[in-house]
């Protein structure tokens, strides 16, 4: 594992530097490495063992292919392993050719030797590559992550985000299989005698799917030993057997469920990973990020289920490839439309309905995806205690995808994500009504071209942007708004120059802006009385490495680092605060001046261990940045105040160590999958909040900041069924997190706000011929809130206590949801379509949203702090819910 401070930027590069040449150097070809060996009459695989051990090199074989069991003996004094595989081989009707750090086994060929002197001896080979894309046959979709291999060996790789592979190998005759969760393996013959371009479309098993696969091969113990520490991926597929709310997948609830991501509860969108504040979680989309995920504060995902391809979510642990926050990456790709027929497909519901087409332009060539969804509340009107308003709420998004074939080495994708969602307070007439709302809106443009057959590329251009709304009348246009957007282009690069290693590496540019919250007022005289707060604008700039190496059949890993740069320029006004945050100084910026630089080193790497077929060790060390963060005094979606800004000045950059450790194991031929997962984390440049501060209409917002440091530790535990016709997964976490903000709470330590030390979550599926009965549970501590201790009078006017920061506990949040999907056909039918029976919050579990401290007076007059927070809710109204129990039906359909 490795843990490095760096003083200084110059040194703190030659050391990273130093690191990636010298893993590169550190594992030379052994095959001319000298040792004795003296056997008699021992079995092949025995010999083969001991050359393995001696030699400190590696062999590749199929057991079925390679007579184990023949007796060989060998006397070999001072010898080089290249000689002894001569001797031992090459005699026996074995050829071996060396792959990079492997020695690869296979029967003997009679072309493949050549007679010197009397003497047989191997071959030296040239090297070709193969390269191409794996689709699905049916609809044209590329394959994320699906694995081609040399049968009977170690040798193969996997497809990158965009379905394409590149393996090379020695000339000579192979088995070529390609396998993928869900479709049918194909193993053909291959001659390899030149660069081949070979590009596959699978079929979809027509067999019912396993309920949560969650892995990118067939077998479970390829599956322990290609999964990554700190990561999960989900397909569409598996969302289905999960119980959703209110009969629709929920793409970002549905990683609530994992261990290691903490939910707040009902009524938020927030969510928390491994210690980290809900600001600290990137979500992308077609590799634009999303601001605000959620719809109808955080009841629904902002991202319609069947416009999803492929879903990966890093908890720590991150690829270099990625960076920008501080605890995780939800890695979202939207389905590129069917290249073969015109589908369509949709939902409905009695809360949300949604319509789906695609289909090709030209068919193998082009094809588009469209969908639109949109909420159907207007049942839900509801009166308020004042007769003469009501509450209103709604959303709508929609999501489309273009996807052109150019030429046999170019490819080219535009996506275009627009979300909306408003919920009002209706008046006599539109000046009485007020609200919230908040938009959405991302394009990207990627641009995929093969160099070669070892080098492919991506380029990228992408801008993604967020306003939310604070009505005062929605009829004069009165109303508060903050914002951010963004505008980059990035190019990576993937090189294959080997089976052992895969070098990717690539550069990030964009320009972001926010708007910290500025008010809109018709009145021109009171609009030029409100205070105006400086804007921002700012510059980055990333370059990346790394490179994922396949060291021998045991050990592999991924090392690399990543560099980001950030600069804040005008025209902006920047404050400057002395120790008291006070403001001491004021800097009037001009336009395109640069005013605050940072530059860091983020070094990235990731350690596994294959122990046998079924079990694996992993270890990992991550340094993160960030440089954006989200500044809101609540965590409730009514009242929050959404303002991102960036660091600078007095906001320095979040950063993160993360260390992490993982055990794989397969049980029960493993049928069952056992993990587990500890790790330690430590943040600095933490932010809090200086009691009562003051977030709207506040030019001097930084000033209400408080700083300091933070860190977490905990474990998580996981099993895991893939197979059968019952299947699902347990997990348990336990963890915590503790902030340490000069300024707060006496300088001392204090849990977290979302510190909740345990968590449990179920996902259970049974599937019954046309029948899938699922249900989910999730358990978790109580949120750590503080709470006043008691209560005194001044002039007038009662003033509550309070002791320590978040020294008192919420309830324990608890729910269950259940669910049956009753599909109406066969899945060979063209037309398909099924209902879904939901019930969210089966047992009406009252998990509290807010909570509400009123006094109680004792008998000798002394008012009190209702110390029960579960006390009786007619007496003492101290909690509010959001949802009850909440049944729902809807109809799916697919032709």
Not at 714 to 730: A, L
Request: hydrophobic fraction near 35%.
């Amino acid at each position: 594992m490795l843990a490095l401070k760096f003083r200084g930027n110059k040194n703190g590069f030659l050391i990273i530097i130093f690191i990636f040449l010298f893993i590169n150097l550190s594992f030379p070809q052994n095959i001319e490495n000298k040792i004795t060996l003296k056997v008699k009459d021992k079995a092949l695989g025995e010999i083969i063992n001991m050359i393995s051990d001696l030699g400190k090199v590696n062999f590749s074989y199929s057991p079925s292919l390679i007579p184990l069991d023949k007796k060989i003996t060998i006397k070999a004094k001072n010898k080089t392993v290249r000689e002894i595989c001569d001797e031992i081989f090459t005699k026996n009707g074995i050829d071996y050719m060396v792959v990079e750090k492997q020695i690869v086994l296979k029967p003997h060929k009679k072309e493949d030797v050549q007679t010197t002197e009397g003497k047989q001896t191997q071959k030296e080979k040239a090297k070709y590559t193969i390269s191409g894309y794996i689709k699905d046959k049916s609809t044209g979709e590329i394959l994320i992550g699906a694995t081609v291999y040399i049968k009977g060996t170690t040798l193969g790789n996997n497809t990158n985000a965009y379905g394409f592979y590149s393996l090379t190998l020695p000339e000579g005759s192979y088995k070529l299989a390609f396998s993928f969760i869900g479709y049918k393996n194909i193993v053909r013959d291959l001659e390899l005698k030149s660069n081949q371009k070979i590009s596959t479309d699978m079929e979809v098993e027509k067999i019912e799917m396993k309920a949560v696969e969650i892995n990118v091969n067939n077998k479970p113990e390829e599956e322990i030993k290609e999964h990554q520490a700190s990561n999960m991926k989900l397909s569409p597929k598996t969302l289905t057997q999960m119980p959703g709310f209110v009969g629709e997948v929920d793409i970002i609830k549905s990683l609530q469920a994992v261990p290691g991501i903490k939910s707040y509860g009902d009524g938020s969108a927030l969510f928390y990973v491994r210690g980290g504040n809900s600001d600290q979680n990137f979500i992308l989309l077609d590799e634009a990020p999303i601001y605000n995920p959620s719809h109808l504060f955080g009841f629904f995902s902002a991202f319609a289920p069947d416009a999803i391809k492929d879903i990966e979510a890093y908890k720590g642990d991150f690829p270099a490839s990625y960076g920008g926050r501080l605890s995780s990456v939800i890695d979202i790709k939207s389905k590129d439309g069917n290249m073969k027929k015109l589908c369509a497909g949709g939902s409905i519901g009695l809360f949300t309905s949604n319509l789906s087409f695609e289909g090709p332009f030209k068919k193998d060539r082009s094809s588009f995806y469209m969908s639109l969804r949109k909420s159907n509340l207007e049942w839900l009107v509801i009166p308020l205690t004042n007769n003469d308003k009501n509450l209103k709420f709604g959303f709508t998004d929609f999501n489309t995808k273009l996807n052109f074939r150019i030429g046999n080495n170019d490819r080219l994708f535009l996506t275009i994500y627009g979300g909306k969602d408003e919920y009002s307070i209706l008046g006599s007439s539109e000046i009485n009504t007020y609200g919230i709302s908040w938009e959405n809106s991302l394009f990207t443009i990627r641009w995929n071209h093969i160099f070669n057959d070892k080098l492919f590329s991506n380029t990228t251009l992408y801008s993604s942007h967020y306003y939310y709304y604070l009505y005062l009348s929605k009829g004069l246009k009165d109303y508060w708004n903050s914002s951010i957007g963004n505008f980059n282009i990035k190019t990576d690069f993937t090189f294959y120059p080997n089976p052992s290693n895969t070098i990717k590496t690539g550069i990030d540019i964009g320009s972001n802006n926010s708007n910290p919250g500025n008010i809109n007022l018709s009145d021109i005289a009171l609009k030029n009385q409100a205070p105006l707060v400086p804007k921002y604008n700012s510059r980055e700039s990333d370059f990346y490495i790394s490179n994922d190496h396949e060291i021998s059949k045991k050990f592999s890993l991924r090392y690399g680092f990543r560099i980001p740069m950030w600069q804040d320029y005008g025209e902006t006004t920047v404050y400057y605060y002395n120790v008291n945050y006070q403001v001491m100084d004021t800097q009037l910026v001009d336009s395109k001046t640069a005013y605050s630089t940072f530059v860091n080193i983020e070094p990235r790497i990731n350690i596994t261990y294959s122990i046998n077929k079924i079990s694996s060790l992993k270890a990992g060390y991550s340094r993160t940045t960030q440089f954006l963060q989200l500044l809101s005094n609540s965590t409730s979606p009514f009242t929050t105040l959404e303002v991102w800004v960036p660091s600078g000045p007095t906001i320095k950059p979040q950063k993160a160590d993360q260390f992490s450790l993982g055990y794989f194991q397969g049980l029960f031929k493993s049928k069952l999958i056992f993990s587990v997962e500890p790790f330690y984390k430590m943040f600095y440049n933490q932010i809090d909040y200086k009691d009562h501060a003051n977030m709207l209409f506040n030019p001097l917002l930084e000033g209400e900041l408080r700083f300091g440091k933070a860190w977490s530790y905990g474990t998580e535990f996981m099993f895991r069924k893939m197979e059968g016709k019952f299947s699902g997964w347990v997990g348990y976490t336990y963890s915590r997190t503790f902030k340490q903000i000069k300024g707060i709470n006496n300088d001392e330590k204090y849990p977290a706000f979302y510190d909740r030390p345990h968590d449990v979550c179920l996902n259970l599926s049974y599937n019954i011929r046309r029948w899938i009965l699922s249900a989910g549970w999730i358990y978790a501590t109580g949120c750590a809130v503080s709470t006043p201790t008691g209560f005194y009078y001044y002039n007038g006017y009662s003033v509550p206590v309070y002791g320590e920061k978040n020294n008192d506990r919420l309830p324990d949040y608890h729910r269950l949801d259940l669910s049956v999907t009753y599909n109406i056909n066969k899945p060979v039918r063209k037309y398909q379509h099924s209902f879904v029976f939901t019930i969210y919050n089966a047992y009406g579990r009252a998990n509290p949203f807010s909570v509400n401290f009123n006094k109680l007076m004792t008998d000798n007059g002394k008012f009190v702090v209702p110390t029960n927070l579960n006390g009786d809710y007619k007496t003492v109204p101290t909690i509010i819910s959001v949802s009850g129990v909440i049944p729902s039906i809807s109809y799916n359909f697919k032709f």
